[in-house]
């Protein structure tokens, strides 16, 4: 479960609530541009784009869960189980093991024009990062103030759809959130009109009855609808502190509240951390479930010339 999403206004912002019954040991790191990249099937890169990002703690490779790379191109991985399918390494074309596919495109492109030209010969590989972490099945978002894209990985292939809604949540696969968002077009944030019949006499009893049938279940579908209308109808001053507040306004209102949802296995989904990046000037925020004071890291405050992943902790 998890809810991810843009934000235009003035600056541009990507980010993401990760949601999760237990956590994966995230932390905030910066990958500077001359830390070896060691990609199993694809091989390595020593000199790259630097990046930030929140990724399982891990000292040989950044695990990223979301990241965006001093060129401003940010990209989110979600879960997408049953659905996902990586297929088995055969030698050919450029194949990426889910874990790296972020590491590799924020490090190699500047843009999502760039990425594109490389998503036909892509592969998404059955390749774990090590035997106690199986290859964990997600879909992507991939996005720059000019284009995003849904990256997922499926039987047929890696299918790559425009994302006009900037959102991204979790199943069913895009084309079914596409069409959905098809059932909420007559929503509106302003006061209603009766179209009911001009003949009768029906007036909106109070604020806010624009929006009536927008769901407010934690189901995928309905968080992908209420962050895309809380997105779009969305008014911030242009200002950093207005937007970035503004933003994890946005993320609230599709967050998880511990005991709210009960997975099969009887524990509970929360929103372990919400994030937002300004990608153009690779300032990451984030908050936590335990506490919502905001933390700031600028990822231009680090030595990016090093050779080594930098975690930021506290």
């Given at each position: ?19 999760l ?21 694809a ?12 990724a ?38 450029l ?13 190699k ?77 007559n ?57 970035v ?26 929103t ?29 405050q ?13």
């Amino acid at each position: 479960m998890c809810t991810c999403i843009t934000y235009e206004n003035g600056d541009f912002y990507f980010g993401r609530n990760l949601d999760l019954d237990v956590s994966f040991g995230e932390v905030v790191t910066i990958t500077p541009r001359n830390s070896l990249l060691d990609f199993r099937r694809a091989g390595k890169m020593d000199r790259h784009y630097a990046m930030i990002g929140m990724a399982s703690a891990n000292e040989t490779f950044p695990l990223y869960a979301e990241a965006v790379n001093e060129k401003g191109l940010a990209m989110a991985g979600l879960k997408f189980p049953g659905n996902a399918f990586y297929r088995e390494p055969d030698g050919k074309g450029l194949e990426l093991a889910s874990f790296e596919i972020i590491a590799w495109i924020l490090g190699k492109c500047a843009s999502v024009e760039e990425a594109e030209a490389y998503l036909t010969d892509m592969k998404i590989v059955n390749l774990s990062f090590a035997p106690q972490m199986p290859a964990a099945p997600l879909h992507w978002m991939l996005a720059d103030r000019h284009k995003c894209l849904v990256l997922e990985a499926v039987e047929e292939g890696l299918k790559v759809y425009e994302n006009p809604f900037g959102v991204l949540t979790n199943n069913p696969p895009f084309p079914f959130h596409q069409m959905n968002m098809e059932n909420y077009l007559n929503l509106t944030s302003r006061s209603p009109e009766n179209r009911f019949s001009d003949r009768l006499d029906l007036k909106p009893c109070s604020q806010g009855m624009g929006a009536l049938g927008l769901p407010g279940d934690a189901s995928s579908a309905s968080r992908f609808v209420r962050a895309a209308f809380f997105k779009w109808n969305s008014v911030s001053e242009p200002s950093e502190p207005a937007d970035v507040s503004q933003f994890f306004h946005i993320l609230d209102g599709v967050a998880m509240i511990r005991g709210t949802v009960i997975t099969g296995q009887g524990t509970c989904d929360i929103t372990l951390y919400s994030s937002c990046m300004n990608t153009r000037t690779g300032v990451y925020y984030y908050k936590t479930y335990e506490d919502s004071r905001l933390r700031r890291i600028d990822m231009h405050q680090a030595d990016l010339e090093e050779k080594r992943l930098i975690t930021v902790t506290g």
